[in-house]
């Protein structure tokens, strides 16, 4: 269960662009103003479309991509600070610390296991680099013995250590995956999209360990999916992004049930429901036009291009992130009412 007074990871404008060479203006704005915390103990997913900025947000959190602007805080410890004002600009010099330490207490599963691990690397030296790194094996035997203690806690035999990633399937790769980023003994992992190029009968395995991992050793996850249907059983809270924005964050029951924004109504009208009666009777909200640029977002609300509900106002002025119900926030002009 998730600890309701302790915040483990919060961050504030969080901010990531990826500047072009000549291109003016601030290139590919991937993450634009995200503030959201995430509770120890806790599972906060995140969905949205491809390309919504899911995956640099996890990435720009753990400082795996530098931050272009915002706050970070880890277990109440600033790991990076860089106010922006409105345009963009600095307001002054950026502070951030060494994250070797931090690698220790944050890891990143990612999403596609064959090209995450070394191909000339075996899977024995792949779990041990971070072991190494960090200098957590006394000798050479309590390495190995490390290294046999995570391949069988992610259900993979202690022979496996001595072959190579092309020598697994998808599933199993996706499992070394994870004893690597259990090997430091982290607080939080950021799971991002872990299951996505799994077999659906792989994919159930895969996010039950991951739920007895979290039980038995009180992680902490931001896990990042495009599977509605997957991110509501496992999480305790749900975040959905759009362009580069948080447009809605609740808990995982109320949002499915009560989705407030246009757009997280959209996506949960697409998600397949097992009853062909309820399936045949439900509205599917189909939006129209194509996803805008993140080079060249829309002013204000950045959904109002393709928003059915769209007024003048969407179109000039951000819509402010806030709490609308206990609990239940979301950025939408159409809520001030």
């Known amino acids: 269960m998730a600890n ?13 662009y990826f500047p072009i060479k000549g291109t003016p203006g601030p290139g590919v704005q991937a993450v634009q103003d995200v503030s959201l915390y995430i509770k120890k ?22 400082r795996l991509y530098e931050p272009t602007g915002g706050k970070i805080i880890y277990d109440g410890q600033t790991i990076f600070d860089n106010p922006l004002d409105k ?25 596609d296991p064959s090209a995450s691990l070394d191909p000339r690397m075996t ?14 094996a006394a000798n050479k035997k309590d390495r190995a013995d490390m290294i046999k203690g995570l391949l069988a806690r992610v259900g993979l035999n202690t022979e496996h250590a001595n072959r190579y990633p092309h020598e697994f399937s998808g599933g199993q790769q996706q499992r070394v995956g994870i004893a690597r980023a259990l090997a430091v003994k982290p607080e939080f992992i950021v799971c991002d999209e872990p299951i996505s190029a799994l077999d659906v009968s792989i994919q159930s ?15 902490t996850y931001l896990f990042i999916a495009h599977d509605l249907s997957v991110v509501r ?8 992004m759009y362009l580069g924005s948080l447009v809605e964050l609740g808990e995982s029951y109320e ?17 397949p429901v097992p009853d062909p009666q309820l399936s045949r009777t439900r509205k599917r909200i189909i939006l129209e036009g194509d996803v805008p640029s993140p080079m060249n977002p829309p002013s204000g609300c950045r959904f109002h291009t393709r928003c059915p509900y769209a007024t ?26």
């Open 255 to 271: 949002l499915n049930r009560h989705p407030i924004h246009p757009y997280t109504q959209t996506l949960l009208s697409a998600v």
């Open 233 to 240: 059983h496992i999480s305790n809270r749900i975040g959905v």
């Open 205 to 219: 395995q895969v996010v039950n360990m991951l739920e007895d991992m979290q039980a038995e050793m009180g992680l």
């Open 123 to 136: 899977v024995g030296e792949i779990i041990g680099e971070a072991i190494d790194i960090h200098k957590l």
């Open 41 to 62: 103990g806790e599972t906060l997913g995140l969905v949205g479309e491809s390309g919504c900025g899911k995956t640099t947000l996890g990435r720009t959190i753990l």
């Open 4 to 16: 309701e007074e302790k915040k483990l990871v919060e961050i504030e404008n969080l901010r990531k």
């Open 312 to 337: 003048k106002k969407c179109s000039e002025e951000m819509p402010k992130f806030k709490e609308h119900e206990p609990g239940h926030w979301a950025a939408c002009h159409l809520l001030d009412k």
């Open 87 to 111: 345009e963009g600009k600095p307001l002054g010099k950026a502070k951030s610390v060494n994250m070797l330490p931090y690698r220790k207490k944050m890891q990143i599963i990612f999403q």
